[in-house]
């Protein structure tokens, strides 16, 4: 039972959620479902989204959108080129490379 939402406010759970909702769901997590979790999950999904529903229920008329919660900026600094170290600095500690460049295992096949 989710916290905050009284069981008699709890919508019925096959009304928000689909049972393809709840396959599509596993799949795109790459996890596999028994049929009896499949109902359980079908039946939690259902109650975050009532719970999270309740956010519909507050009066947000005149309130200004935020970004983020804090007042943060951002400090930066002038992007001036300056001089990197020399190649073969740069590449004396590589395991391997190529020519003047790191060589590293291919990971798109």
Do not use: C, W
């Not at 109650?47 to 999270?52: E, L």
């Amino acid at each position: 039972m989710s916290p905050g939402i009284p069981k008699s406010e709890i919508r019925n759970p096959k009304s928000e959620i689909s049972f393809s909702d709840v396959e599509r769901i596993a799949e795109l997590a790459r996890i596999e479902l028994a049929p009896a979790e499949k109902e359980r999950a079908q039946s939690e999904l259902a109650n975050i989204v009532a719970y999270v529903g309740q956010l519909d229920e507050i009066d947000t008329s005149g309130v200004e959108p935020l970004h983020h919660v804090l007042d943060l900026r951002n400090v930066l600094r002038e992007d001036e080129p300056q001089s990197s170290l020399p190649t073969e600095e740069a590449l004396a500690n590589a395991p391997a490379r190529k020519g003047d460049y790191f060589l590293v295992p291919r990971v798109i096949e």
